[in-house]
């Protein structure tokens, strides 16, 4: 139940479950990064940031210090 | 005159919203400002049935109208401000069909605000390649609205978007979705306190006015609190909020799930394959460091032919100017101060029309984003933010455009280190200082087998210097500036697309003329007073120059055109401009120039591209203007007065280069950068550290390499 997004390799699908810390951006809610939602890893820029995400159809780069506070739940 | 009414057009980035305003008013469209504020204003006019005119506003694109920066403000204030003479009759609403979900949140928002809105579901052509279908009648039902799919790319469904325009009379203004279950007893209070206002405009007032400061309207909040209303704090409507986005996206699920079937066994599609190579550890910075190398050469090879034959062509211009008039001080304005100082302008169209021409492929095509994601990383290290690529690479056209496009960068301190060091990239102005004097002092010659040209290998280098330049200073920048950094990153990923020509036309006839406009009126009144003040002096040398020549010259029989020639640079030694001249001399003889280029140096300090056009108008005052010669041969016959041999040398060029490649002299990147920062002490602290950066450079480079 620590997995967060920073951990997911390439090409794997989670379910969002929880922000860690209050401060989460609105803005990440407003493009769909909201629990409850499909997140499959794209592609990671070197250094595994930022990284390249697909949230239920929407394709979104955010930087790694943003992803290790959303968790996840591996898919399947 | 027919009926006109007012349409806005409203977005998330990348849906094809600008190419759907494009389609619907051609060329008949202005970009102007919003007053008092920098953000680009789009208007124009489409003509629907009936000598109905729709008035078309195409609004900054935005995720929501939860204000965080300028461009959603903008949106905000223009859909609640009903007074306004750009309050929408009618809101258009565009949509993309592969991101259906996320663009309905601000459709939401708005159909709350009680406005009739039209929803555009725009890339319909793309829907039988991804195998979505959609229940286009059942989803008018939900919405309570009218759907229309286009493709603006292909030019599909525009007359059905024209014809739901003209009837918008028939539109409820109903909302949608009922955000006051987020706080009811918060919405309750709202309402019994205005019983007249919408209740959801009146949450948008407070919380763009708590989370976004006030612009004009704070009188709302003031009335709120006479009426003893209790606001709430930050953090408390920064919840609401979040709770608000989550509401209406449960709304927005619940419809997609009864409206939208889409086959995902045809996902994998072109972008996961472009991707795998563009965002490749390795491949995707070869590409991108490929791709800025082609765009050098090609501008620096394509743009020299209509450059030579612009320059050329206003040569003879102002000879036929001078042969055709009388004789006067009005015909040597004209031939002297306005043909060479328009030709100064019209000089630059090439290769500004050829970077604007690339920049906008990059952007249209999507890859722009791919690069953002590719620097990040390494721009975070220096203070930047991997969104400060676009406005150092769009600075490569103009310092102007790119300070503004840093307003999509959350974060403050990588924002203000964006704006301070992005004047040190190679913007258009700095070319044809470049250009010249490249050609004067570096050989025309191949190397590597014949693949590179040494001179378009210059210019390569200095772009890249003003790239490691502007690098260099975010670092220190980050170190000094006392500034704590509360960073988010969030960044859409679009899909590629194929570049489309009217949107890139449009683009690069847009900017070209802004800059000839803009750039153009500074450059024509300094060559004008420029003119003004070398033709004209005082004193006895000014006013009896040909005496005084005609007797220190009188034993050395030459012949009357040399003798007009010493008359000429005589004059000009004790015109106005001289005096001025010779007063920097001493401050910029160390670094190998001589008073001429002083001149042009001190009013490039308006807009560096006048340097060129100063030594045009200097040396055609000194000339006899009879001969056609371009400002080229000019540049090159220059001695130097005191070490003798050509002025414009190895060394002197190069510490000229270096000058122009730091030095700060644009009077309009200093203006938008006090808008940007609001204050005058970021542009002055700009101003100073890069000149002297500059005349320490240039300082060096001469006194090592003379």
New interface residues.
């Given amino acids: 139940m620590n997995t967060t997004i920073a951990d997911l390799k390439r090409g794997e699908t989670a379910i969002i479950k929880q922000f860690d810390g209050?401060d989460?951006?609105?803005?990440?809610?407003?493009?769909?990064c909201?629990p409850g939602n499909r997140v499959t890893m794209?592609?990671s820029?070197?250094?595994k940031?930022?990284i390249?995400l697909d949230i239920?159809?929407?394709?979104?780069?955010?930087?790694r210090?943003?992803a290790v506070t959303i968790r996840v739940e591996l898919d399947g | 005159m027919g009926k006109s009414i007012n349409v806005s057009l409203i977005g998330n980035p990348n849906t094809g919203k600008t190419s759907l305003f494009n389609r619907l008013t051609g060329l008949n469209q202005q970009v102007g400002n919003y007053p008092g504020i920098t953000v680009e204003k789009k208007e124009g006019i489409c003509k629907l049935d009936r000598g109905l005119k729709a008035h078309i506003l195409d609004l900054p694109g935005t995720y929501s109208l939860n204000t965080t920066s300028l461009d959603e403000s903008i949106v905000v204030e223009t859909l609640l401000n009903r007074n306004s003479k750009d309050f929408p009759d009618v809101a258009v609403v565009v949509s993309d069909i592969e991101n259906l979900k996320r663009n309905l949140l601000v459709f939401t928002q708005i159909k709350d605000l009680e406005i009739p809105t039209i929803l555009v579901i725009n890339m319909a052509d793309r829907m039988e390649r991804k195998a979505i279908s959609l229940d286009i009648d059942l989803m008018q039902q939900e919405l309570n609205t009218t759907v229309v799919l286009v493709s603006a790319r292909k030019n599909l469904g525009i007359q059905e978007l024209k014809d739901a325009i003209a009837n918008y009379k028939q539109l409820t203004s109903e909302p949608c979705v009922n955000a006051s279950v987020i706080d009811t007893e918060y919405f309750d209070n709202l309402k019994k306190t205005y019983p007249n206002q919408s209740v959801y405009k009146l949450w948008l007032v407070i919380t763009q006015d708590v989370n976004f400061g006030k612009l004009d309207r704070n009188r709302d909040i003031e009335d709120l609190k006479k009426h003893k209303f209790d606001i709430k704090s930050e953090a408390d409507l920064k919840k609401m909020q979040h709770k608000e986005t989550v509401v209406r996206y449960q709304f927005i699920n619940g419809l997609l799930k009864k409206v939208l079937t889409v086959d995902t066994a045809n996902a994998k599609d072109i972008r996961t394959r472009l991707d795998r190579v563009l965002l490749h550890k390795v491949w995707g910075y070869l590409i991108f460091f490929v791709i800025l190398l082609v765009i050098f050469q090609a501008i620096y090879d394509w743009s020299t032919y209509p450059m030579d034959w612009i320059d050329g062509a206003f040569a003879s211009m102002s000879s036929w100017a001078n042969n055709t008039f009388p004789a006067g001080p009005l015909t040597d304005l004209l031939a002297e101060g306005i043909i060479p100082g328009l030709g100064g302008i019209v000089i630059f169209i090439p290769q500004i029309a050829f970077l604007f021409l690339f920049i906008a492929i990059l952007e249209e095509s999507g890859y722009m984003s791919r690069v953002v994601f590719l620097m990040d990383h390494i721009m975070k290290r220096f203070g930047l933010s991997g969104k400060s690529v676009v406005p150092l690479v769009s600075g490569t056209a103009c310092a102007i455009p790119a300070v503004m496009a840093t307003r999509n960068i959350e974060d403050w301190k990588e924002r203000l280190i964006t704006i301070l060091v992005v004047p040190f990239t190679t913007c258009s102005a700095r070319l044809p200082v470049y250009l010249i004097i490249i050609s004067l002092v570096i050989p025309d010659e191949r190397i590597l087998g014949g693949a590179f040209n040494m001179q378009g290998l210059t210019l390569m280098l200095l772009y890249l210097l003003g790239f490691v330049a502007a690098i260099f200073s975010a670092w220190v920048l980050n170190i000094i500036l006392p500034i704590n950094r509360k960073s988010f990153f969030v960044m859409e990923m679009p899909s590629y697309k194929l570049p489309l020509f009217k949107n890139v036309a449009i683009t690069v006839i847009e900017k070209t003329k802004s800059f000839v406009v803009g750039a153009g009126k500074i450059i024509m009144a300094i060559s004008v007073v420029l003119w003004i003040l070398a033709s004209y002096g005082v004193g006895e040398e000014f006013n009896n120059a040909e005496a005084i020549v005609n007797e220190q010259y009188a034993n050395q029989n030459l012949t009357v055109e040399e003798m007009d020639q010493k008359v000429a640079s005589h004059e000009l030694e004790y015109s106005f401009i001289g005096y001025i001249g010779k007063g920097i001399e001493p401050a910029v003889r160390p670094l190998g120039y001589d008073w001429k280029i002083g001149i042009a140096i001190v009013s490039s300090f308006a807009a560096r591209e006048v340097f060129v056009g100063t030594l045009a108008t200097i040396y055609s005052v000194e000339s006899d203007g009879e001969e056609e010669q371009t400002i080229k041969k000019r540049m090159a016959a220059e001695t130097n007065p005191i070490l003798g041999g050509p002025l414009f040398n190895f060394a002197s060029g190069i510490s000229l280069l270096l000058f122009y490649a730091f030095a700060m002299q644009c009077m309009s990147t200093l203006a938008i950068v006090k808008r940007e920062t609001n204050s005058w002490k970021w542009p002055a602290i700009q101003f100073f550290f890069m000149t002297a950066a500059a005349y320490f450079a240039a300082l060096g480079a001469y006194q090592i390499l003379k």
């Fill in positions: 209050i989460v951006p609105l803005k990440l809610l407003e493009m769909g909201l794209m592609q820029a070197p250094f940031d930022p390249y239920n159809g929407t394709h979104l780069a955010i930087r210090e943003t």
